[in-house]
């Protein structure tokens, strides 16, 4: 059987040329199809040096082209590999799938900015130029077992174009694709640049002189994604026209650059690019032996690729953030003072809570430091929190003066109760802070009656537990103050970022200032009340948050349905505790941490968490190496003012050495050593569970069996 490649226009065959060449090189048989205008033939048999190249039809006849595709398959088809996004390869494309016939997407995930993302063809694999395709195919729902990181067929192609070593011979090489309006833009550049031009070779003229012809220039204009990607591939500057979509990893290397659009600036645009060096030309080596091993499927079956939070492959990001992002740039107001997008956030994030105000910040570490810092507590006072939390929890305590006390949790849970909170309670204490880790929430009534006994305010660190509940209530609305992250791997994310709410007037108020340097907005004589920081969030980040703040139920309710069926693929592992909702409330699955018994699987945590990560799932075994109070910072708090001086303040400073110590907090210490944290996020599958769930009872079993 032969490989059938369909190209969707004269670009496409063009990158094809390198593969094709491979192809021949290893005896493989192959036939093309294109779909293409009468006019382009001769121009793609050319390029593909071929004889007769199969004809489709014009690119917008779908009926037409969905006849021509059955013809295609009639006949014995080993795969279909098609490169192009046009109505021909997607009619191709979906027919072939139709009939099981493996299909591969080249030069894949391809985007211009201010061009709507075309909708990707069905395929069985996909090969992209780098870790920018591969996540606009993440984001579009690929899976990443799919995707092959193959290099720049662009870059392959134009080293295989035999040619000079580029010298620069005129200044402005123009490349206009669209017919209508090259005649006025060449008089423009003519007029306006002051750069020398040369003539362009006949639209009908071989690819190779239109590759020497913009390696020998200066600076390239064109309203081309594909010369755009040429031109980087060659290392020469390119500017875009106005009205055309940018290709981004051209603007990122610092060769591309868009034109205003007022003649005005046409010189100043045009001359700094001239001045702009000439990159490298960019390494292909290798790109079409990689697409071809892809195509025939002899690379290696690629271990389990799991969605991460990191990158887009877990996370939730659309048009909708990129529309927002673009409106903020357009506006020109980044600054969240005088922009709308972080107050509108705020709005819809206090109306979603539940609560009377809600106050972005800049990370969630800002988010607790605003909490403490709107206690207004005196030096020496103390803060009873926990040992399992991000240290970002903990240094506010100090930098507003009091000593962080550390209550015990349980094991299990390993969230700080009502029973471990009262053993830590002094006359000095001023706050509670209690950790709804992972996602699941402390036991909260019992915690609230403490608090409201002592006369105590109850801060919620729900960092984690966005849309978790307890008693019919969403976490974040039992405490005097409630503060959320939304850094990268949280439940929506702006990158970094937070806020904090409260159902308090005074502590809205005292909150707002401390995100903006104490300063009085809108006061009728303003001043700087208080020593206070700028944690303001940007613009930018607020049009994040407003775009994902839609999504954040259906994220929960996701990351609920994947540890749902974890835990039921998981139930019959022997040795695991696995989580759960609590009695009074629902979990939100920041991270599926379960426990690990070392009698049953030998070995425990630490030994489980190594055969996991390699078989290529990711995961912390301990989730953090050891309690807080064990981080140096504590066990020298004398050696930084900023531990030394709260204890100057308190009679815990006449102890020399760690105030704390490992043997008072068993829950601590055995919750830790019994823990692996599982990563999950709203991107899994079904497939994506069973992967998983395979490999930790695979790796149980040998365990046992060693």
Not at 89 to 105: G, I, P
Not at 178 to 188: G, N, T, Y
Not at 209 to 232: L, N
Request: glycine letters at 8%; a neutral charge; charged letters at 20%.
């Amino acid at each position: 059987m032969t490989i059938l490649l369909a190209v969707g226009d004269c670009f496409g065959a063009f990158l094809l040329g390198p593969v094709l060449d491979e192809l021949r090189a290893r005896g493989v048989a192959f036939r093309v199809a294109a779909g293409a205008l009468e006019q382009e033939l001769a121009g793609l048999r050319r390029q593909l040096g071929l004889g007769g190249c199969v004809r489709a039809v014009a690119h917008e006849d779908e009926l037409a082209a969905r006849k021509f595709a059955d013809e295609l398959l009639a006949g014995p088809t080993a795969s279909v590999v098609y490169i192009g996004v046009s109505t021909f390869t997607r009619c191709l494309a979906e027919q072939a799938a139709q009939r099981d016939v493996r299909v591969v997407h080249l030069d894949a995930g391809v985007q211009a900015f201010g061009r709507p993302v075309p909708p990707q063809p069905r395929a069985n694999a996909f090969c992209v130029t780098g870790d920018l395709e591969r996540h606009v195919l993440l984001a579009s729902g690929a899976l990443p077992s799919d995707i092959a990181v193959v290099g720049d067929l662009v870059a392959a192609a134009v080293a295989s174009v035999p040619r000079a070593e580029p010298s620069v011979a005129h200044g402005l090489a123009l490349v206009i694709e669209r017919e209508p309006v090259a005649s006025k833009v060449v008089l423009e550049m003519q007029e306006h640049t002051g750069l020398p031009s040369r003539p362009a070779p006949d639209r009908t003229a071989a690819v190779e002189a239109w590759i020497e012809y913009v390696a020998a220039a200066q600076v390239v204009f064109t309203d081309s994604v594909g010369w755009q990607r040429i031109a980087v591939a060659l290392g020469v500057p390119c500017v875009v026209s106005a009205t055309s979509g940018l290709w981004a990893p051209g603007v990122a290397a610092g060769l591309v650059t868009q034109m205003e659009p007022t003649a005005e600036c046409m010189p100043r645009v045009f001359q700094r690019a001239a001045r702009q060096p000439r990159g490298k030309s960019v390494a292909a080596t290798g790109v079409a032996q990689r697409i071809v091993d892809v195509v025939l499927a002899t690379a290696k079956p690629a271990a389990v690729v799991l969605p991460s939070d990191g990158d887009a492959s877990g996370r939730t990001f659309t048009n909708e953030e990129a529309a927002l992002v673009t409106m903020v740039l357009q506006r020109g107001t980044l600054n969240s003072t005088r922009g709308t997008m972080v107050t509108t956030f705020e709005q819809r994030f206090a109306q979603w809570l539940g609560r009377k105000h809600a106050i972005a910040c800049a990370s969630g570490s800002a988010a607790m430091h605003c909490a403490i810092a709107a206690l207004q507590l005196a030096a020496g006072d103390e803060v009873i929190t926990t040992p399992i939390t991000d240290m970002g929890a903990l240094t506010p305590i100090l930098y507003e003066g009091a000593v962080p006390v550390f209550a015990d949790v349980d094991p299990f849970t390993l969230n700080v109760t009502a029973a471990t909170v009262a053993a830590r309670l002094t006359h000095r204490t001023r706050a509670i802070v209690v950790t709804h880790l992972f996602g699941l929430p402390c036991e909260l009534a019992a915690l609230r009656e403490l608090a409201t006994r002592h006369h105590l305010p109850l801060i919620e660190d729900a960092a984690q537990a966005f849309g978790a509940t307890y008693d019919g209530r969403l976490v974040g609305t039992f405490g005097a103050i409630a503060a959320f992250s939304l850094q990268q791997g949280k439940h929506i994310t702006t990158g970094e970022g937070g806020i904090v709410a409260t159902d308090d007037d005074a502590l809205a108020r005292r909150l707002f200032l401390f995100v903006n340097k104490a300063w009085g907005y809108g006061d009728a004589r303003p001043d700087h009340y208080f020593p206070a920081l700028n944690y303001r969030l940007t613009e930018l980040q607020g049009a994040v948050a407003v775009a994902q703040l839609p999504k954040l139920d259906w994220v929960v309710a996701a990351r609920r349905h994947v540890a749902d069926s974890l835990r039921r693929a998981l139930a019959h592992v022997p040795g695991l505790t696995l989580p759960q909702d609590p009695q009074h409330g629902t979990h939100s699955y920041w991270k599926f941490a379960f426990q690990v018994d070392p009698e049953r699987v030998p070995g425990g945590a630490i030994a489980l968490g190594k055969r996991m990560q390699a078989a290529g799932i990711a995961c912390v075994p301990r989730y953090i190496q050891k309690p807080a109070f064990e981080c140096q910072l504590f066990a020298d708090w004398k050696s930084s003012p900023v531990t030394a001086l709260p204890l100057q303040h308190n009679p815990r400073g006449t102890t020399v050495g760690p105030l704390f110590h490992r043997d008072q907090y068993p829950g601590a210490v055995r919750g830790l050593e019994h823990v692996v944290v599982l990563p999950i996020n709203e991107r899994y599958t079904a497939a994506h569970v069973h992967a998983v769930a395979s490999a930790i009872a695979g790796a149980v079993g040998e365990l046992q069996h060693a």
